[in-house]
């Protein structure tokens, strides 16, 4: 069985930072695409950024310049950091990788729990 679990979130002032966190752990074969999503009241589930094994990446459009996506794979962890938080950056974060568990499994997306992130003065 795998799991995700995500670490980092927090209050943080308007134009502070946070470091999330997200180790995949369990029956892990290989790791192909990592990333963070967020959901705030109301809205959709949005793309923040994903990561590739290979390391390449991609951004929503929100957060470029701003957010850094980077994982390591020897410890099937991803990080996300933050730098110039808005207020609307305020959102539950959630984890997802794409991954086999097994030679013979096909690849599927798992989910974290997610973490709060509120920006707030």
């Known amino acids: 069985q795998v799991q995700l679990v995500e670490s980092g979130g927090g209050l943080v002032q308007p134009g502070g930072s946070l470091r999330l966190s997200c180790a995949a752990s369990?029956?892990?074969?290989?790791?192909?695409?990592m990333g963070w999503y967020r959901q705030a009241p109301g809205k959709e589930r949005e793309l923040v950024a994903l990561?590739?094994?290979?390391?390449?990446?991609n951004y929503g459009d929100s957060v470029k310049g701003r957010f850094t996506i980077s994982r390591d794979n020897a410890k099937n962890t991803v990080y996300l950091q933050m730098n110039s938080l808005k207020p609307e950056d305020t959102a539950v974060y959630y984890c997802?990788?794409?991954?086999?568990?097994?030679?013979?499994?096909?690849?599927?997306?798992?989910w974290g729990q997610g973490t709060q992130v509120t920006v707030s003065s």
């Open positions: 997802n990788a794409h991954l086999r568990g097994s030679y013979t499994d096909y690849e599927r997306a798992y």
């Open positions: 369990g029956s892990i074969f290989s790791i192909n695409v």
């Open positions: 990561i590739t094994s290979g390391g390449h990446t």
